[in-house]
């Protein structure tokens, strides 16, 4: 089983990216499992124009990562109630490459009141791409840090966060 995980903050001390971090190492000893970490940041995709930029090697090469993998953890900070730019220009640039596959997200954001922000990209994946969601997500505000350092509750959910998620692809697999 293959999990690719895309952090998309372009942010150099990214909350999301800690979180996608602490999820591979959750799932670094898994029997049976290949992890794959997307960093847009390093990625460098172009902007979707809807022509030329599926052409682009870094496009290509995000592409093949993804049709590799069985399940894709969304790991995304939150601006303006939704995941950031990076991520839905990802999901325009290599959607279709996404058909049938699990779907799983890690959010960081300032609040709690933004909670529900994943549903639209939720939404668009299992409608436009056929994927399957897993109902269970990690959602992180401001409070659930010490410092720079998340909180041992929340290492914890990531842990059930990543159960769930192998289970959740595994069965689909099946």
Known sequence: MKILIVASSLNQESKSRQLADELELALK???DLEIDLLDLKEADLPLCDGGAAYEDERVIAAKEKVEA???IVFASP?????VNAAMKN???LTGHSMKGKVAGFLCSAG?????MSVMSLANSLMLDFRMFVLPRFVYVAAED??????????????GEFATSFQ????????
């Open 29 to 31: 000893d898994k029997d």
């Open 69 to 71: 993998a069985d399940g």
């Open 78 to 82: 939150i601006y303006v109630y939704n």
């Open 90 to 92: 990802f999901v325009e």
């Open 111 to 115: 609040g709690r009141m933004s909670y």
């Open 145 to 158: 840090w010490e410092g720079s350092a998340l909180k041992d509750e929340i290492k914890g959910r990531i």
């Open 167 to 174: 289970d959740f692809v595994g069965r689909m697999l099946d």
